[in-house]
């Protein structure tokens, strides 16, 4: 399973659109790219899953260069509200059918007034 | 729509007390189960994960086991605990034929003492 890398914390404010960027330079070609988004004592929630370019949803947007050795989760326009830890992770959704996932610590992100 | 539920949201044990902790899945049949638990501060690691009724995997060696006696059901328990096996313990369902994002329980925060 491919491992990841992403900064361990980042400050923002409310209104500001931020970026944070995963590097997993192992990727492999059946690997997709998943973010998570964990509040103190609450389980991890999804927010966005892609394969390559771009995706967005009614919450975020995944940008994901042709290489795939990378990937930025971009949250426009961040509440207090977001203040979370975001998970980045990689793994292949098929193989085998156990959908295993390597967390690692996860981007601290702290949205100040 | 598919819920997930764990029991309890919080325990105490003393070390040497035996523990079940259960979680089962609504609105979905034939899902991948898995057990993860977090240390304070830390990323989520994966401890158990069952693709089927009577079929389950162990990631790390620890004092702890898992059973699936239903399709939608999914236990952790342990005969004796330990101090270490305190932590966050969440449950997490996956659909097994639909490549799709695994989607987590609240969890139940565990202290032994």
């Known amino acids: 399973l491919a491992k990841t890398t992403q900064p361990i914390s980042m400050d923002s404010y409310e209104g500001q659109e931020v970026n944070i960027t995963c590097s997993h330079n192992n990727i492999a070609t059946n690997d997709y790219i998943t973010w998570y988004q964990q509040f103190p004592s609450q389980g991890p929630r999804f927010i966005i899953q892609g394969y390559k370019t771009k995706v967005t949803n009614e919450v975020a947007s995944l940008f994901i260069p042709a290489d795939r050795k990378s990937s930025t989760l971009s949250l426009p326009r961040v509440s207090l509200s977001d203040t979370a830890v975001y998970y980045c992770l990689v793994g292949d959704r098929g193989r085998g059918n156990t959908g295993k996932l390597i967390f690692g610590q996860g981007t601290t992100l702290q949205v100040k007034p | 729509s598919q819920t997930i539920h764990q029991w309890p949201a919080t325990l105490v044990q003393p070390v040497g007390s035996p523990l079940s902790l259960e979680c089962t899945v609504e609105g979905t049949s034939n899902p991948n189960l898995y057990w993860y638990r977090q240390a304070a501060g830390r990323g989520l690691q994966l401890l158990f994960y069952?693709?089927?009724?009577?079929?389950i995997s162990s990631e790390v060696p620890q004092n702890l086991s898992a059973s699936r006696p239903q399709d939608r059901q999914f236990i952790l328990s342990s005969k004796k605990l330990l101090l270490s096996d305190s932590g966050f313990y969440l449950c997490a369902w996956s659909q097994r034929q639909v490549r799709g994002p695994q989607h987590f329980g609240d969890g139940t925060r565990l202290s032994i003492l």
């Open positions: 069952s693709v089927g009724i009577g079929q």
